[in-house]
């Protein structure tokens, strides 16, 4: 695909996300689950999988897990920065890839341990933002309210000001954000949120391409954050478990040893 081609093909996309909240939505949780891509990419990856999850170009699935595209299958365009230069390349998600052999060959991908619930709260108390008693009878749904505002208003101003939204509709916009946000970080930690389509579309109306595009890269930006952040933690937080565990067993085991000595 030529690179004016793809261009011409990314402003149709937005045009498509704006029409109506369903497709905004539907953006949205592929931001979340793919984090890792710019916005744009992640407009393309919208338009050709709404289910994709863990994308990858072809000879990164054969290289790094030994696995294969399934014959037929086509890929998400996307462009690619080369320094010098920049081409439209191909990324194919993992359900359009088979194992190269004939041995089981799964991808895990990472998802949040032991309902999440310690991690989310670890998330919300990073760097003293919100103290342990405060979080601990906080439902899924109130921590996601919290990380979320909490996201939006250390980091939303500057949409506020390169939008130039007016005093009396930052309030209004500021709800848009943190639902956009809820839906995306909702969605990789597979997480069942129902979005409040009246705060989505209080704004979405009043979005074009190009506000899309600076709302988009921002957003991107902040559920990247926030979803390392709480990978980070809840991998944390896992370990300390097996580590724990792994010195209760160890304990129990001397016990039984010293009671039969004893014995």
């Known amino acids: 695909m030529r690179i004016n081609d793809f261009e011409h093909l990314i402003q149709e ?38 289910n994709a999850r863990a ?23 996307i462009y690619k920065n080369y320094g010098g230069y ?23 991908l990472w998802e949040l341990s032991n309902g999440g619930e310690d991690s989310l709260r670890g998330v919300l108390e990073f760097n003293g933002a919100f103290r342990e008693d405060e979080t601990e009878n906080m439902t899924i749904d109130e921590i996601l309210e919290s990380i979320a505002y909490m996201e939006v208003i250390n980091k939303g101003n500057y949409l506020l000001n390169e939008l130039k939204i007016a005093p009396n509709y930052r309030k209004i916009f500021n709800d848009f954000l943190t639902e956009s946000f809820k839906i995306g970080y909702a969605a990789r930690l597979d997480i069942n949120y129902e979005a409040d389509r009246n705060k989505i579309n209080d704004i979405l109306g009043s979005l074009d391409e190009i506000s ?14 926030i979803i390392e952040r709480t990978v980070a933690i809840d991998k944390d937080i896992d370990k300390n478990k097996v580590l724990t565990k792994g010195a209760i067993e160890r304990y129990n085991e001397n016990r039984e040893i010293t009671d039969k000595e004893e014995k």
């Open 212 to 225: 899309l595009t600076i709302v988009g890269n921002e957003l991107n930006l902040m559920v990247a954050n």
């Open 13 to 50: 996309i937005k045009a498509k996300a704006l029409s109506d909240s369903d497709g905004y939505i539907s953006l949205m949780r592929t931001v979340g689950n793919n984090y890792k891509y710019d916005f744009t990419s992640q407009l393309s990856i919208y338009n050709r999988n709404t």
């Open 86 to 108: 920049g081409k439209v390349t191909y990324i194919f998600d993992l359900s359009q890839t088979v194992s190269m052999t004939r041995e089981v060959n799964q991808v895990e």
């Open 55 to 77: 994308c990858g170009e072809f000879d990164f699935w054969r290289k790094k897990f030994n696995r294969t595209v399934k014959r037929g299958e086509k890929g998400i365009p």
